[in-house]
C-alpha cells in the first residue's frame, strides 16, 4: 500500500528511518550498489521526500504501528 512520509528518524545503528503516515517505519538505507537513497543522506534531501509515498509492506500485512524506542532517562 502507498503511504506518505511524514518524518525521519535514525535508528540503534544510525540507519534512516522513513516514518509514514500509517504508523508504520520503513528502513531507507543508502548502501549503494544495492540500495541508492543519495538523497537520505543530507538534511534537504530529506526534507524533499517528505510527502512522498513507500510502498508500505506492513499495511498489507496489517502489521500494528511501529513505535520509536527511546531509552528511558
Ligand atoms: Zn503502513
Known sequence: MQRAITGFHRDEESHWVAELECGHFQHVRHDPPWQNRPWVITE??????????????KCDEGAPPDQIEESED
Request: aromatic share 0%; charged share 45%; glycine share 14%.
Open 44 to 57: 534537504h534531501g530529506r526534507a524533499r521526500m517528505l510527502g512522498e509515498r513507500l510502498d508500505c509492506k
